[in-house]
């Protein structure tokens, strides 16, 4: 079978400007399936989850990603498996985790698992590190949620360590020594492309850019645009640390439908279901239906509705970040693998080339000189709390969260 990865799409490579990057358009999923023993179990979701993947590989998707979790309601704990089924059914699009939690894993298995998805698919695997909003998988594998981010950061030192082709001497708090290993099977990108994952935090996007790694923002409320500062910051602190620039990915929930009613409809009694599920265990508000429908708004957090209105919130997610990645969670819930097949379809050949194509248009109109959308974007850090450190660094004051 042959294989192809453009040079545009192997999230690492820092000779390719974030201004001239191909906007590349994809989806991710949990996995979800139903808690009741009459609805759709894992035996039946992850064959259609390939199926999908393969759907978006045809009509020319950019990056399918499976997330980790481990609760009864998500069928996917081991991403790296499902996407190695889904690798010898495809043949371009990129295969990444969303997430990986590295705190509670082992960060050489993660290498030689992803290592061996990037030989299985020709060059196409990715790694999105995150620290895990849900953790159940710390109390699982044994590790104490007083050691949280600790976890993430000396894990997150070893994997980035192993990636160099160099033998690795390494010790940790959290897990035995290595005294120059080079681990096998080696992948056939150089360096395996990782991508850090955040929610709201500065402290992680700080981190991101101090790292000089691609950046994966994800966004579920609020106004997206609000969230402008954070991706400044990012690349405030990378050029401060001398990396050459990364691409920026923004995830939102997202489906899309031949109408923007027929979207709504479809996806909001599984969104809820999820939200409702979770955000109940955490004593949270119920959303609503009218919450949800502020939600799909122009300029909302959720990118829901026909393929002309999902084509038109990712233009304005681009003129608030000037992103290069878009990731739609497009199946969560209970909505339907036939539904989700049609939306994977839509996406691919209505709203890909069209935001592909607008974004092109308004490069080269800026490009001679006259301000296109978005030319005033965000890209000053006023609002943050922040204090320039001796070494060039940024420090920030006071802020807390995942």
């Known amino acids: ?172 708090r959290h897990r035995s020594p290595l005294e120059r290993e080079l681990i096998h099977p080696r992948p056939v990108q150089n360096p395996l492309p990782v991508w850090l994952a955040v929610g709201g935090s500065a402290n992680s996007v700080v981190r991101a850019g101090k790292l000089g790694l691609p950046l994966a923002l994800g966004i579920i409320g609020g106004r997206p645009a609000d969230l402008a500062p954070m991706v400044a910051l990012y690349r405030d602190v990378l050029a401060r640390a001398d990396h050459e620039p990364r691409p920026v990915a923004i995830t939102v929930h997202g489906f899309v439908a031949d109408t923007s009613q027929r979207a709504a409809d479809l996806y909001y009694p599984g969104d809820a279901e999820v939200l409702n599920r979770i955000g109940g265990e955490r004593g949270m508000r119920p959303m609503s239906r009218t919450d949800f429908d502020i939600k799909i708004l122009p300029g909302g957090a959720y990118a829901v509705g026909s393929p002309e209105q999902v084509t038109e919130q990712i233009l304005h997610l681009h003129e608030a970040f000037g992103h290069q990645r878009t990731l739609l969670q497009l199946a969560i819930g209970s909505v339907g693998h036939r539904d989700v097949m049609r939306a994977i379809e839509l996406l691919g050949t209505e709203v890909a080339p069209a935001v592909r194509s607008e974004i092109a248009r308004r490069e080269r109109t800026v490009e001679t000189g006259s301000p296109g959308p978005g030319a005033n974007r965000a890209s000053g850090l006023a609002g943050l709390p922040l204090t320039a450190t001796e070494d060039g660094a940024v420090a920030i004051r006071h802020v807390t969260g995942p």
């Not at 990057?21 to 390939?50: K, N």
């Not at 059914?89 to 061996?116: K, N």
């Not at 299985?120 to 998988?137: C, D, K, N, V």
């Open 1 to 172: 079978m042959p294989f192809a990865t453009p040079a545009a799409q192997v999230a690492d490579d820092p000779s390719v400007a974030p201004g001239t990057r191909r906007m590349e358009i994809g989806a991710f999923t949990f996995a979800d399936v139903s808690r009741d023993s009459r609805g759709v179990g894992p035996a039946r979701r992850l064959p259609e989850l390939v199926e999908e993947i393969a759907l978006a590989d045809e009509v020319g998707l950019d990056v399918f990603g499976i997330g980790e979790h481990h609760r009864p309601d998500f069928a996917a704990p081991a991403p790296v498996v499902l996407l190695a089924a889904a690798a010898s059914r495809t043949s371009r699009i990129r295969l990444t985790s969303a997430v990986s939690v590295l705190g509670s894993d082992d960060p050489v298995r993660v290498f030689e698992q992803f290592s061996m998805l990037d030989s299985l698919s020709g060059g196409r695997a990715e790694i999105m590190a995150g620290r895990g909003a849900l953790t159940e998988s710390f109390r699982i594998f044994g590790y104490d949620l007083a050691d949280y981010d600790q976890l993430f950061s000396e894990k997150l030192d070893l994997l980035l360590a192993l990636r160099t082709g160099e033998p690795v001497t390494w010790s940790g």
